[in-house]
């Protein structure tokens, strides 16, 4: 369990309950409901839920928020609304829930069309695209003669009798940790191996063993594509959604913008150490 908040600071981050929440007790009439008891969760342990805590950390949020309770009637009886601190704090975070909320809305109402989503997909096609994969083995000697001498071994196979002797020459000659499963380094993605490695083996065709040793910072490499997937194309319907949130920020980024400008255009605006004020004041 995280450090509990302060007091101060579990007094504002509680806020009024759902009547629909479960309640779990009441201090002098004003309930504890689960609604409360996740708000602490979240602030105290953020990604963690009430109920899925064990009892005794149930019980420790429950005392927290009875003090909470307790904490606000005494404050309240001390005379901290009329605090000019308080005040303060108070107008400060009414402004700022003010304008978060109205942000939020304005997002919310930022609207893209799935015409516009399709443009998009159509336009950046590129975007979209699982890349080419490839099942790689390999071999991993340290010099390379020796390299060199197990492609002399495998130039002149083909097909299953050039898979089953790489596997064999791997599990035989291979200082590297796939030498036991046979070199089998399993399919891969372009940038997933350091760059001497991905230039060779992407640029092989199925079937083939490299043609010359492969240096890399772990030694010499022999290397046999054993398979390969061609990129492909994600198709329209997976990729909207992605596509939707995309289009939604930027026009809400555009939209802010533009609006930013009228209002500024419509204020009188003067900041200390300039000139001129902007904005026409009417």
């Known amino acids: ?36 008891a996740e708000i602490y969760v ?3 342990q953020p990604g963690a839920s009430y109920d899925a805590l064990p009892e005794d950390q149930k019980k420790m949020i429950t005392d927290r928020l009875v003090e909470r309770l307790l904490f606000i009637d005494q404050a309240k009886k001390d005379g901290m609304e009329k605090d000019p601190e308080y005040q303060k704090l ?5 402004d700022e829930l003010l304008v978060r909320t109205w942000i939020t809305r304005q997002f919310e109402n930022t609207v893209v069309s799935d015409s516009e989503a399709k443009a998009y997909y159509d336009k950046h096609a590129e975007e979209f695209q699982i890349p ?31 898979k089953q002797k790489f596997i064999e020459l ?26 001497p490695f991905n230039d060779a083996v992407f640029a092989m065709k199925k079937g083939e063993v490299s043609s010359e040793p492969v240096k890399t910072q772990f030694g010499y490499h022999v290397i046999y594509a054993e398979d390969m997937k061609p990129a492909k194309a994600i198709p329209y319907e997976e990729a ?32 200390s150490g300039e000139n001129n004020a902007s904005g026409s004041g009417n």
């Open 170 to 195: 791997a599990k035989a000659h291979s200082t590297g940790p796939t030498g036991p499963k046979g070199g089998d380094l399993g399919l891969f993605g372009p940038g997933q191996m350091v760059k």
């Open 90 to 94: 108070l107008k400060r975070d009414k």
């Open 1 to 36: 369990m995280k450090k509990a908040l302060s007091a101060s600071a579990l007094i504002l981050a509680i806020g009024l309950s759902p009547v629909w929440a479960d309640v779990l007790g009441s201090v002098n009439g004003k309930p504890i409901t689960t609604e409360d």
């Open 240 to 271: 909207k959604e992605r596509i939707m949130a995309v289009l939604k920020q930027k026009s809400f980024s555009a939209k802010m913008a533009k609006l930013a400008e009228a209002l500024k255009a419509k204020a009188k605006v003067v900041i």
């Open 132 to 162: 080419k994969q490839v099942h790689a083995r390999h071999i991993l000697v340290k010099t390379k003669e020796e390299a060199q001498k197990l492609i002399d071994e495998l130039k002149n196979l083909k097909g299953d009798a050039l």
């Open 42 to 44: 979240a602030q105290t």
